[in-house]
T-cell receptor
Framework: DAGVIQSPRHEVTEMGQEVTLRCKPI?????LFWYRQTMMRGLELLIYFNNNVPIDDSGMPEDRFSAKMPNASFSTLKIQPSEPRDSAVYFCASSFMLAGGDTQYFGPGTRLTVL | AQTVTQSQPEMSVQEAETVTLSCTYDTSESDYYLFWYKQPPSRQMILVIRQEAYKQQNATENRFSVNFQKAAKSFSLKISDSQLGDAAMYFCAYRVIQGAQKLVFGQGTRLTINP
């Protein structure tokens, strides 16, 4: 199993630019999560999907952030326009409820730097 | 709201010795999961061990074991025979069984292994 795949691994952009982060969950998993990790706030959930439907987006910081899951094997997190305070590591994770659903498997993360 | 507290920002141990990382949590739920994740310098979040709150027996995975005290809301991780590869950030996390699927993380403990 290839695990959760995220791209890009690193992204450097300038303030005001649009940023799109991508995630491919583990095949067969029905939950997908986006987390953000910063020194100040630690690891926090941004949004999660169940069967491609957004369930809880209360962690999305602002309207500049949006996430989609057009199918079971792909999700995007978009920031438009980006700001320096968005600099963080963004993780995607997936899990399979029928197998207990208690373990979330994380991707390698995308380190985003907004100049 | 559920919270997870790791009171030790940093810990160090001699190689081959045993170390215990502390974690406490606050919840009004009776059924939940607890996890320890390891984050090495590669940034990858790796599941170390998990515990179901309804199980009285402490979980064990090779050199890793937990001391789960439900009444005290304590969930410590013991690493036996520490190895250089154990050096990482360790995060304690909580998740309810029913309802919201999000993981609530502690702030982490940085573990250093001294050769």
């Amino acid at each position: 199993d290839a695990g959760v795949i995220q791209s890009p691994r690193h992204e450097v952009t300038e303030m005001g630019q649009e940023v799109t982060l991508r995630c491919k969950p583990i095949s067969g998993h029905d939950y997908l999560f986006w987390y953000r990790q910063t020194m100040m706030r630690g690891l926090e959930l941004l949004i999660y999907f169940n069967n491609n439907v957004p369930i809880d987006d209360s962690g999305m910081p602002e309207d500049r952030f949006s996430a989609k899951m057009p199918n079971a094997s792909f999700s995007t997190l978009k920031i438009q326009p980006s700001e320096p305070r968005d600099s963080a590591v963004y993780f995607c994770a997936s899990s399979f409820m029928l197998a207990g659903g208690d373990t979330q498997y994380f991707g390698p993360g995308t380190r985003l730097t907004v100049l | 709201a559920q919270t997870v507290t790791q009171s030790q920002p940093e810990m160090s141990v001699q190689e081959a010795e045993t170390v215990t990382l502390s974690c406490t949590y606050d919840t009004s739920e009776s059924d939940y999961y607890l996890f320890w994740y390891k984050q090495p310098p590669s940034r990858q979040m790796i599941l170390v061990i998990r515990q179901e709150a309804y199980k009285q027996q402490n979980a064990t995975e090779n050199r890793f074991s937990v001391n789960f005290q439900k009444a005290a809301k304590s969930f410590s991780l013991k690493i036996s025979d520490s190895q250089l590869g154990d050096a990482a950030m360790y995060f304690c996390a909580y998740r309810v069984i029913q309802g919201a699927q999000k993981l609530v993380f502690g702030q982490g403990t940085r573990l250093t292994i001294n050769p």
